[in-house]
């Protein structure tokens, strides 16, 4: 399969633990998104990377999110001191240029 | 901060009829993407509007960009079963690599 790839699919984890997600972009990609998605609502932009660069972070993220893309190919999110309104779709997507993108499945986090 | 918009929240339709969705943006845009998402799926791209005034066509969808880059449609003629899902418009600002993603529109069709 060469689509974006999301590990774990579905994550449920003690309020006040720290999380960690996994994205594999479709190779060659350079550009990656990471989204939030509640119920009923639309993805939400978090960050944006070009290679390892990370270019732009959402100024609603708190310091308890950060993203790497360490060699500028898959990427992780993570979510420290989780608390029960982290609890989303997180949405992974890649593209080519400055063109259409392609989300993976997500990986839905569980706060309890 | 930039808003994105959409119209109507949710729409049901008889298989058949058309279908019209509306994005409204607060500021101007660069460019617009639409977006398709079934029922407990991930977002799907459809098209991207890069010119002001821009229409673009895909079998049964048709997608216009505003002569202000500020607004955007998409319409499903005659609609199918398969086109249930929420629909998403994303715009992307000048200066910025985010895209904003609308409140979506919901369409059921009902057989």
């Known amino acids: 399969d060469t689509g974006v790839s999301q590990d774990p699919r579905h994550k449920i984890t003690k309020r006040g633990q720290n999380v960690t997600f996994r994205c594999d972009p479709i190779s060659e990609h350079n550009r990656l998104y990471w989204y939030r998605q509640t119920l009923g609502q639309g993805p939400e932009f978090l960050t944006y990377?070009?290679?390892?660069?990370?270019?732009?972070k959402s100024r609603l993220l708190s310091d308890r999110f950060s993203a790497e893309r360490p060699k500028g190919s898959f990427s992780t999110l993570e979510i420290q001191r989780t608390e029960q309104g982290d609890s989303a779709m997180y949405l992974c997507?890649?593209?080519?240029?400055?063109?259409?993108?392609?989300f993976g499945q997500g990986t839905r986090l569980t706060v309890v | 901060g930039q808003q994105v918009m959409q119209i109507p929240q949710y729409q049901h339709v008889q298989e058949g009829e058309d279908f019209t969705t509306y994005c409204n943006s607060s500021t101007t845009l660069s460019n617009i993407q639409w977006y398709k998402q079934r029922p407990g799926g991930h977002p799907v791209f459809l098209i991207q509007?890069?010119?002001?005034?821009e229409v673009k066509k895909q079998k049964r969808l048709t997608f216009q960009f505003g002569e202000a880059k500020k607004n955007s449609s998409l319409h499903i003629t005659a609609t199918q079963t398969t086109d249930v899902g929420t629909y998403f418009c994303a715009g992307q600002s000048s200066g910025t690599y985010k895209y904003i993603f609308g409140t979506g529109t919901r369409l059921k069709v009902l057989a």
């Open positions: 509007l890069v010119k002001s005034g």
């Open positions: 997507a890649s593209s080519p240029s400055r063109t259409e993108a392609f």
């Open positions: 990377f070009q290679n390892e660069a990370q270019l732009e």
